[in-house]
């Protein structure tokens, strides 16, 4: 998918979904790294299994649909979907294979040498085999609903994500006879997937709840007798196809779409690459499946996002040790908060920083007399948030508050939704998404009269307002009161509450559907000419994706006069590095460790006038043409220089990084030092050393 010669007329682009694949393989490696925390590895392999699972269910179903259209709109499109689903298909088995080989030959022997044992139903001992129908009896049998498939006749309906047990039987009074089948639900729904066993008072006993129901299966079909199981599990399409955003109803449309999202079509069906293929055929016929483009082959289970709720039996020793947030002092213990805010801006890194000040930030604003409004972008937001119960309580001091919630945010659409009615109830000012854009910015803002006079308070992060990522996204988050931004941000609230385009351009704030777009071209095309000039030309991206083509190739025209460019992408880069001719100065890393690294950074070089921004954008197609985001200039010196310091770290780092390239390799960068720098570890004694300055 990725053409890399320089003498081809089209630049060289790695499709976005193959590069996402290289990513997810990233955090695969994390689960095979014998460095990393035992449980952490388990950690990582539900990490890769949750990606796979929404990337199935959105991004393949949409090339699904893509494949199916007629041959006139495929012309239209850059690609050709059958062929990348088709080496999509091709990683994915690579990647399971090895994924299974990590579980078996490395992750559950470890877990016994540390007396941790995942059993299998003929490993069971007396008593463990009556726990078992005890289980069983008590716990699962109201929800397995075994069903006899009939060819033609009966066709039950897979959930979505749902784990099943096919079972290939013979009839007792016919042994030589015809093969039986039947489906049985594995309810990990409602039951716990790893199940306690009574053990000895050294080990823990584990069993899957899989292996309990094929441990009862003779129960629930007397008749039968059962040859063989394997499991399976149908992912089905949970992209919402709202055909008209500019006419009706937005939000019922939603509501409406997200009661279908479980029973959209398939976009990926699992199954156990043992069983055989007349038992596959069967379940393809009878489910109207196409094995050429919905089949994917797995080992014995699936679900191994599962394993997110591995039981670690109070085991500390094999987690990463701790790295508790830093107090942010000079916010979190400041007797006046809002003084603390007026007499400095402040630079927050989640989760190196603890996440009390944004927090303090909107409480100390609803119970504070002198604040008249607050405003904030919802995009993602924890389900139980102090800064939303914040908003209700300012409505109820008489504050004016405005909320905008993105509801078009991809699987958080029902909760925010939620949240939305929540608030309104409130009293609280509630605007829902825009039809055909959503609103990806990171904003709040607070306008509060001191000495008879309106200051305004701004905090712009790359992170959403949202306390459970914070302890897991790496963010920056800023505080000001510089009026270059506060009224520039005022101006994108009063857009956002009226949709009246603002009469004053944005000078110093990029924004979405603005001048972002336009602006860092600009950016680059300076650097571009600075280079042709001799001069000293230099660009840093710091970025969770790199896919827009427009922009890729601005980027490859501005390593070719001489740009010097540093990339450090956590997930997608469809850009190719160091291609003679064509990307040569240009070197991209990838960081994948134990915090998800999410902070958007630009640098610009500027001829020695530095310019640095933080952005809630991505160099994406969507945020850059679709979105409304935000890029905050940096203009505190104290700011740059810790926010240059951090990058220098990460473009250090020999032991977390990898190196992206056109074989997708994912080779780890190392060096020939004897130094080894894990980015996310010096980080947080940086801002040690820093506090205590």
């Not at 009862?216 to 089905?236: A, N, V, W």
């Not at 942010?328 to 000040?357: M, Q, V």
């Not at 925010?416 to 009293?427: C, P, R, T, V």
């Not at 969770?544 to 956590?570: C, T, W």
């Amino acid at each position: 998918m990725t053409d890399t010669s320089p003498h081809t007329n089209t630049p060289p682009y790695i499709h976005r979904d193959i590069s996402w694949l290289s990513f997810n393989y990233r955090v695969l490696q994390e689960a095979k790294d014998p460095s990393v925390p035992l449980f952490e590895r388990i950690k990582f392999i539900a990490i890769y299994s949750n990606n796979l699972n929404e990337f199935f269910r959105v991004r393949v179903a949409s090339l699904r649909n893509l494949y199916r259209i007629g041959k006139k709109t495929k012309k239209e499109l850059d690609f050709e979907p059958k062929a990348v689903l088709k080496q999509i298909m091709k990683i994915v088995e690579e990647h399971q294979i090895e994924l299974e080989k990590i579980l078996e030959e490395e992750l559950i022997p470890e877990l016994r040498q540390n007396n941790i044992y995942l059993l299998r139903r003929l490993e069971l001992n007396e008593e463990q085999r009556e726990f078992a129908q005890s289980y069983f009896n008590q716990y699962m049998l109201p929800y397995v609903q075994p069903v006899l498939l009939i060819k033609n006749k009966i066709r039950p309906f897979l959930n979505n994500a749902q784990l099943y047990m096919s079972v290939l039987m013979k009839d007792k009074e016919d042994p030589q006879g015809d093969d039986w089948y039947a489906i049985v639900k594995i309810p990990s729904d409602h039951l716990p997937r790893f199940i306690q066993l009574p053990s000895k008072s050294n080990r823990h006993d584990l069993i899957i709840l899989d292996d309990i129901v094929r441990f009862s299966l003779s129960e629930m079909f007397p008749g039968y007798q059962i040859e063989d199981t394997y499991s399976i599990k149908l992912t089905r399409d949970a992209e919402l196809y709202i055909d008209d955003e500019f006419s009706g109803d937005l939000i019922a449309k939603i509501k409406a779409s997200l009661t279908k999202r479980h029973v959209g079509p398939p976009s990926r069906f699992v199954y156990d690459r043992q069983m055989p293929e007349k038992l596959l055929n069967f379940l393809c016929e009878t489910f109207n499946l196409e094995k050429r483009i919905d089949l994917i082959a797995e080992g014995r289970y699936h679900n191994n996002f599962d394993f997110f709720k591995f039981p670690d039996f109070g085991m500390k020793h094999l987690k990463y040790p701790p790295m508790p947030p830093l107090s942010y002092k000079p916010l979190e213990e400041a007797e006046d908060f809002f003084e603390a805010l007026s007499e400095e801006e402040h630079l927050l890194n989640y989760p190196y920083h603890s996440y009390e000040s944004v927090v303090r930030f909107f409480e100390e604003a609803a119970r504070d007399p002198q604040v008249t409004h607050i405003k904030l972008i919802q995009y993602r937001v924890a389900r139980k948030s102090r800064i939303m119960e914040a908003l209700k309580k300012a409505v109820k001091k008489g504050k004016q508050v405005f909320a905008f919630i993105e509801v078009k945010a991809r699987f958080d659409e029902e909760a925010n939704l939620s949240w939305g009615e929540d608030l309104q109830k409130a009293g609280i000012n509630v605007r829902y998404s825009f039809p055909g854009l959503k609103v990806h910015a990171k904003v709040a803002l607070i306008r509060r009269v001191e000495n008879g006079k309106s200051k305004l308070y701004a905090y712009m992060s790359t992170g959403n307002f949202h306390e459970g990522t914070a302890k897991i996204y790496s963010d920056f988050g800023f505080f000001t009161t510089d009026p270059r931004i506060t009224k520039e941000n005022a101006r994108l609230f009063a857009f956002l509450e009226t949709m009246k385009l603002p009469t004053h351009q944005f000078e110093h704030l990029l924004v979405g559907q603005f001048n972002l777009r336009s602006d860092l071209i600009a950016k680059v095309e300076r650097e571009i000419a600075f280079a042709k000039k001799g001069k000293k030309a230099h660009i840093l991206l710091k970025l969770n994706s790199l896919q827009d083509r427009e922009m890729i190739e601005l980027l490859y025209r501005a390593s070719q006069a001489g740009v010097k460019i540093q990339l450090i992408i956590r997930g997608i880069c469809s850009l190719v590095p160091g291609i003679p001719g064509i990307s040569e100065n240009i070197e991209a890393i990838s960081i994948i460790d134990r915090f998800l690294e999410h902070a958007r950074v630009f640098v610009f070089h500027n001829n020695g006038e530095e310019e640095i921004y933080f952005s809630s954008a991505d160099w994406m197609v969507r945020n850059l043409r679709h979105r409304i985001e935000t890029a905050v200039p940096v203009y505190n010196k104290k700011f740059r220089k810790i926010i240059k310091d951090i990058l220098q770290i990460q473009l250090a780092d020999n032991v977390k990084a990898r190196v992206i390239d056109a074989e997708h390799s994912n080779a780890y960068r190392g060096d020939s030092s004897d130094l080894p720098i894990r980015s996310q570890v010096e980080t947080y004694y940086y801002f040690k050393r820093i506090m205590k300055q």
